[in-house]
């Protein structure tokens, strides 16, 4: 009887968590992982997707205009200019209508310079949150909540004449999710019937 307790139990809990098990590859979050180098100090960012036509945004490594990495050594260098939007992206498989945790670190540098510059971040082509002549500041912790539809794109938007946007640290999780009433209501009855049904046969 014991050994038919356990078999149910366990063959309820990987169908619980097989119910519930989500997805999310974000690859290269940390931008450790660096590219061929491009003309302007930085490499392209393997995993990503990146377009800048003035070839300035991509992994930088080091330290510039007091801009460096959030934690590791590389990050991502966010400074398009020459009025050019720069646009990385990343597309994603997720599980389809989980809920998501994204987080990233940001900061800004203007160099000795009047701020203009502009940035945003987007999921799905929907804007999470964007700004213009954003004024110098250290890395700040973002983050938003997000739903999978499967295959998504998250993209970052940057432009910064005089100098440019640092990226690091982005991480895509699956917020908690709660187990329905109705699934612990039927994990409980069963477990309690398990419980009965020994009782009965001790003797």
């Given at each position: 009887?014991?050994?038919?307790?356990?078999?149910?139990?366990?063959?309820?809990?990987?169908?619980?968590?097989?119910?519930?098990?989500?997805?999310?590859?974000?690859?290269?979050?940390?931008?450790?992982?660096?590219?061929?180098?491009?003309?302007?100090?930085?490499?392209?960012?393997?995993?990503?997707?990146?377009?800048?036509?003035?070839?300035?945004?991509?992994?930088?490594?080091?330290?510039?205009?007091?801009?460096?990495?959030?934690?590791?050594?590389?990050?991502?260098?966010?400074?398009?200019?020459?009025?050019?939007?720069?646009?990385?992206?990343?597309?994603?498989?997720?599980?389809?209508?989980?809920?998501?945790?994204?987080?990233?670190?940001?900061a800004n540098t203007n160099g000795?310079?009047?701020?203009?510059?502009?940035?945003?971040?987007?999921?799905?082509?929907?804007?999470?949150?964007?700004?213009?002549?954003?004024?110098?500041?250290?890395?700040?912790?973002?983050?938003?909540?997000?739903?999978?539809?499967?295959?998504?794109?998250?993209?970052?938007?940057?432009?910064?004449?005089?100098?440019?946007?640092?990226?690091?640290?982005?991480?895509?999780?699956?917020?908690?999710?709660?187990?329905?009433?109705?699934?612990?209501?039927?994990?409980?009855?069963?477990?309690?019937?398990?419980?009965?049904?020994?009782?009965?046969?001790?003797?």
């Amino acid at each position: 009887m014991k050994k038919s307790a356990f078999v149910i139990m366990a063959s309820l809990s990987i169908l619980v968590l097989t119910a519930f098990s989500v997805r999310a590859d974000l690859l290269n979050g940390g931008f450790e992982t660096m590219g061929s180098q491009w003309v302007n100090g930085v490499t392209d960012a393997p995993s990503w997707s990146i377009s800048d036509a003035s070839q300035a945004t991509g992994i930088f490594n080091g330290s510039y205009l007091g801009l460096g990495a959030h934690s590791g050594t590389s990050f991502l260098w966010g400074g398009a200019f020459n009025g050019n939007n720069a646009a990385i992206s990343q597309t994603i498989t997720t599980t389809a209508g989980q809920a998501y945790d994204l987080e990233f670190w940001m900061a800004n540098t203007n160099g000795s310079a009047s701020a203009d510059n502009n940035w945003a971040v987007l999921w799905n082509g929907a804007f999470l949150a964007n700004g213009a002549n954003a004024a110098a500041f250290t890395y700040t912790d973002m983050k938003f909540l997000v739903t999978g539809t499967g295959n998504d794109t998250l993209t970052f938007i940057f432009r910064n004449e005089p100098g440019a946007f640092g990226l690091d640290d982005i991480s895509l999780k699956a917020s908690a999710v709660p187990i329905p009433a109705s699934m612990v209501l039927f994990i409980s009855g069963l477990g309690s019937l398990i419980i009965f049904r020994r009782k009965r046969f001790v003797i």
